[in-house]
């Protein structure tokens, strides 16, 4: 019963889709229009992908930093390496683009060589004041080399922060308004405002100026993203339908395929409109995704069309038996999809939830929509002429499905010894496979911010900033002598590690005081002892108060300090490296018992958050083929099945996963979903060959070797389409600039690929070596659901 009631409902649905045609499409048009409205509520994300959930202690830790301290991400340089910047007119040219940078509201502040102070003392009463490092006056050559001289050799509280004491570079700091730095606005200034004046000075001053911090790369590499979504999207679209065309050799089935996938994209994104999400790191991968699984069910419903027309020719019968045929199958694999990209919605993390829920909903849409298009258009259409079904009879294609049987019938411990030698060397490859956490590596490498990361990685260590937070636990006890000689003792150990640069800290506005108390004498700068700092501190009194100076190292309180470092672009095991190495030394500087200390940033919170995608995977991926083959014992009333079903799907994400490992491609958001794409399509094909093969036991009188045969002749030409338009499709994605992407693009590409000869080749020699024990009448007689429509149960509905 349960089965003609299966055959009932999709005789009704196919019949109720085709009777009412103009109906569904007006709903079609009705929901896109509706959805289309939702893009203005699109938005790309302006801060980096945090991966962590909002209560993971990491952000607790982040949050309250920035409640002390404000945001620490707004910080743009620029650098200029050229000696003749030390020249009267060039000189005068970089200060002025100095006070043009200051009039920008966008900016809060800066800090260069024209607007520089120099902490001078003063007698009568005691003071220290901060005067003007340059003279508001025309220069001579004498005054610029002398303001070089002092810069370099008499002011170390600002190496690091405005010249690299390596070399002859010079920087500006720029720190943004905190209320723009992760808003539109900053975009704005950023591509309309900063880079058309670098742009000008470097042609009006013949100078080559660098470019870099976290709100510029940010700008440029999110631009860079919304780029190549588009870019991307056509270029697949293209390549499938060229592919598709190729094999179909239809113009109608190609045209009708492509407005298929593009309605869903366009869904897709209005989906993400909707819910008002922003499109980030990952949900700019659906819509891709949503031609990933589009492309299939296209093929699938098609190809049946075609070879019910070849059969008896009658259109109507053709169109209401695509449906019925093919609807369970085509729905099941959707869910099979659906269901693995769902796990990510039961993650605490808000990225993975989104993109779980987005995908989701979106995978099933794209079913509905194939499987109601393509059989309305074509009922509009005229039956299809000989040369398009001659793709049925290809003598190439039929020399595959041959080599596949021979393969199958003659070769099955070649299948199996291969199949073992690749296991093997995925498992070595997976030994060799890395966690990146780096927020840089994905970026493009020959794009010019990212050559000027590097220059400034050079130069000073690099512009991704690591915070340190030290709670002293007692009022101004920041500012103890004590404490800063701690903080001192921190410095070196930090200083000391090659991949961080010199900590800025209010350790150096303490040195600078003593050197100031000793007239500007560069060798004073250090830390006063406690009886210098009794006759200091009366002159500290002016300017403790100041909030450029002190504020920006210590809290209102004076009970937490700050240090920030910068830190070269490195990976998750790289910082682990380091984290490892400078814990052990700040819990003997800093005892835990009177202090408490903690590292924060977004570089960091970054890598952080990769490490937790990984877990997240494994749980979420474990939980899919948990429900995988939940499913697939409901189908088929078989533990054993379960087992042979999974084998195939298995394989490919190990094989994945190896050549991660051998290719050096790490885990990193960018490549995390090629595991997700790979399991949803493989589970598809085994589906679709299982299904397939059932019925064909039953056709046979429960013969093995004739129904598996039978099988593969029949899903093994619908799987190759499949598997090489995708393949193609994915390729296309090798041509980005962003490593992420390549990497997602090859490895899926290649995935694919060896997915459909683990379900060609390696499913159905299980099948045949263990035909005894499990594919047998008892195992397979009666399943929950009945997935392909058998030709006498489609008859009785009919005749009903």
């Known amino acids: 019963m349960s089965k003609i009631f299966s055959f009932g409902f999709w005789n009704s649905i196919a019949r109720v889709i085709l009777r009412n045609r103009l109906v569904f499409i007006t709903i079609i048009i009705g929901i896109t229009i509706f959805l289309a409205t939702q893009w203005q509520h699109m938005r790309f994300s302006y801060t980096e992908a945090n991966l962590l959930p909002d209560e993971h202690e990491i952000n607790l830790v982040y949050n309250d930093f920035l409640e002390k301290f404000g945001e620490e991400g707004n910080l743009i340089v620029i650098a200029v390496k050229d000696p003749t910047l030390f020249t009267p007119e060039k000189f005068t040219a970089w200060n002025d683009l100095t006070k043009k940078l200051q009039s920008y509201s966008e900016v809060e502040n ?52 405005v010249y690299s ?197 979106n995978i099933l849409a794209i079913f509905v929509l194939s499987l109601v298009i393509i059989p309305i258009i074509y009922s509009y259409m005229r039956h299809p002429k000989e040369k ?63 050559q000027d990361v590097k220059f400034f990685e050079e130069e000073f260590n690099g512009v991704m900033p690591l915070e340190i937070l030290i709670d ?32 800025l800290s209010v350790v150096r506005l303490a040195k600078y005081s003593k050197q100031a108390y000793y007239n500007g004498n560069p060798k004073y700068y250090q830390l006063p002892t406690s009886q210098e700092q009794n006759f200091i501190s009366s002159y500290l009194k002016g300017i403790s108060n100041d909030g450029n100076l002190l504020s920006a190292y210590v809290d209102s309180t004076a009970q937490y300090a700050r240090m920030t470092t910068f830190m070269k672009d490195i990976g998750t095991e790289e910082m682990n490296r380091i984290e490892a190495g400078l814990w052990p030394q700040i819990n003997r500087i800093f005892p835990e018992d009177r202090y408490d200390v903690t590292m924060t940033g977004k570089a960091l919170i970054f890598q952080k958050g990769t490490s937790y995608l990984v877990k997240n995977l494994i749980i979420s991926l474990s939980l899919a083929i948990f429900l995988i083959a939940l499913l697939m014992a409901w189908m088929f009333r078989s533990f054993r099945m ?56 039953k056709a046979n009188n429960w013969k093995i070797k004739r129904s598996v045969y039978a099988a593969l002749r029949e899903t093994g030409v619908s799987m190759f389409y499949t598997s090489i338009v995708l393949f193609f499709g994915f390729s296309v994605f090798m041509i980005s600039s962003f490593g992420g992407t390549v990497a997602l693009g090859g490895l899926v590409s290649a995935t694919l690929l060896f997915a459909m000869l683990a379900n060609l080749l390696l499913l159905p020699s299980l099948l045949l070596s263990l035909e005894k024990s499990i594919a047998n009448k008892e195992t397979l007689k009666e399943p929950a659901i009945e997935i392909i429509a058998e030709e006498d149960d489609i008859l009785k509905e009919t005749n009903q």
């Open 110 to 161: 800066v800090i260069a060589i024209g607007n520089l102070q120099k902490l001078e003392k003063f007698e009568d009463p005691n003071r220290f004041e901060m005067v003007p490092f340059v003279e508001d006056k025309e220069w001579d050559s004498t005054d610029v080399a002398n303001y070089r001289e002092e810069l370099f050799n008499r002011l170390p509280f600002y190496e690091n922060l």
């Open 165 to 361: 004491k390596t070399s002859n570079t010079v920087q500006s700091a720029l720190y943004l308004d905190e209320d723009i730095v992760n808003s539109e606005e900053r975009k704005v200034f950023v591509t309309d405002e900063l880079q058309p004046l670098i742009e000008n000075f470097e042609k009006d001053n013949d100078l080559e100026v660098y470019v870099s911090g976290m709100p510029y790369i940010r700008t440029l590499n999110s631009q860079n993203i919304i780029d190549e979504i588009g870019l991307f999207i056509g270029a697949a679209l293209l390549v499938t339908s060229i592919i598709f065309f190729f094999f179909f050799r239809s113009v109608r089935a190609t045209v009708i395929s492509m407005v298929t996938v593009m309605i869903g994209v366009m869904w897709a994104f209005g989906v993400i409109g909707l819910f008002n999400y922003e499109i980030t790191v990952l949900t700019a991968l659906i819509p891709p995704l949503i031609i990933v699984i589009g492309i299939p069910n296209c093929i699938f419903l098609i190809n049946k069309y075609q070879q019910e027309i070849k059969n008896h020719g009658n259109q109507a019968k053709s169109l209401q038996r695509v449906i019925t045929k093919v609807g369970n199958a085509t729905l099941l694999t959707n869910v099979t999809t659906a269901s693995g990209f769902a796990t990510f919605i039961l993650t605490d993390s808000k990225l993975l939830t989104e993109f779980g829920i987005v995908a989701s909903i």
């Open 388 to 450: 398009h079904l001659k793709h049925l009879n290809k003598r190439w294609i039929g020399g595959f499905v041959d080599w596949m049987e021979r393969m199958v019938r003659h070769r099955r411990i070649t299948i199996y010894i291969t199949s073992v030698i690749l296991l093997a060397a995925s498992i070595i490859g997976i030994y060799n496979i890395r966690i990146s956490g780096s927020l840089l590596e994905d970026m493009p490498q020959e794009a010019d911010f990212f």
């Open 472 to 503: 002293t636990k007692r009022p101004r006890g920041a500012l103890s002598l004590s404490n800063l000689k701690r903080m001192e003792e921190l410095e070196t150990a930090i200083t000391d590690v090659p991949e961080l640069s010199s900590p």
């Open 642 to 697: 379960i087992l042979v079903s999974l084998i195939p799907n298995l394989l490919p994400l190990l094989v994945t996963a190896g050549m991660m490992g051998f290719l050096g491609v790490p885990i990193k958001p960018s490549t995390i979903l090629v595991f997700s794409i790979a399991f949803g399509i493989s589970v598809d094909d085994t589906i679709h060959f299982l299904a397939k093969y059932r019925q064909e036991l």
